[in-house]
């Protein structure tokens, strides 16, 4: 079945610094990925649609320069949070669209990553 | 604008059946979704219904749609102990089509008791 691999699963980094998260397509081609965030015992919230060769969608009140994303190929959309502090600690998990037999479709979801800011 | 409405938890005995609630606001809505996450991990994709489907069954999985009132169900039989987790209801949002993304319940935690 379609996967996506998305690395990686936990991260700790100093306040200020910068984190790449990475979602691939393992067997599929994305042209469109999507970037949500999960706060503890909170349901996922869309940040971002990121769309293969061009800008991505950003939802309302999701600051763009500080969650800059790229999806520079079919099967490489990256999410980069800039000048992390604390308050940016959360799980955040890449999603694409895959078509769901018989006919249907649906979303299939990478692992997640855990960032946490100190 | 969309919102998705589900109960906290759910506590069952081990082997009855559970079922898990959801409302939804959007009646454009063409697809609706369960996934399940089990702890520190990503979603899976259970199973999903079509907007003009009632009923759709898939093993020990049995989604209702009530489409009037805008509420779906999640019937899971003869309830395991691996069942347990948080089951996530969720639309799509827009009109349709690749670009859009999902609109999650704040999830069910699924409580199995021996």
């Known amino acids: 079945g379609a996967v996506v691999s998305q690395h990686p699963s936990w991260v700790i980094c100093k306040s200020g610094t910068s984190v790449k998260i990475e979602c691939r397509s393992l067997?599929?081609?994305?042209?469109?990925m999507f970037w949500y965030r999960q706060f503890p015992k909170q349901s996922l919230m869309l940040m971002a649609t990121?769309?293969?060769?061009?800008?991505?969608?950003?939802e309302q009140g999701v600051e763009k320069d500080k969650f800059l994303i790229n999806h520079a190929s079919l099967t490489l959309s990256t999410l980069t949070v800039t000048s992390a502090h604390p308050e940016d600690s959360s799980f955040y998990i890449c999603?694409?669209?895959?078509?769901?037999?018989?006919?249907?479709?649906?979303?299939?979801f990478g692992s997640g990553t855990r960032l946490t800011v100190v | 604008g969309e919102d998705v409405e589900q109960s906290l938890f759910l506590s069952v005995r081990e082997g009855d059946s559970s079922v898990i609630n959801c409302t939804y606001t959007?009646?454009?809505?063409?697809?609706l979704y369960w996934y399940k996450q089990e702890p520190g991990a990503g979603l899976q994709l259970l199973t999903y219904?079509?907007?003009?489907?009632d009923m759709k069954q898939d093993q020990r999985l049995t989604v209702l749609l009530n489409k009037k009132d805008k509420h779906l169900s999640l019937r899971i039989a003869d309830t395991q102990t691996g069942d347990s987790a948080i089951y996530f209801c969720?639309?799509?949002?827009?009109?349709?089509?690749?670009?859009?993304?999902?609109?999650f319940g704040k999830g069910t935690h699924l409580i199995i008791q021996p």
């Open positions: 969720a639309e799509r949002m827009g009109s349709g089509g690749g670009a859009d993304g999902l609109t």
């Open positions: 959007d009646s454009s809505s063409t697809y």
């Open positions: 990121s769309n293969e060769g061009s800008k991505a969608t950003y």
């Open positions: 067997d599929f081609q994305a042209t469109t």
């Open positions: 219904i079509f907007s003009n489907m």
């Open positions: 999603s694409a669209r895959v078509v769901v037999p018989p006919g249907g479709d649906g979303y299939t």
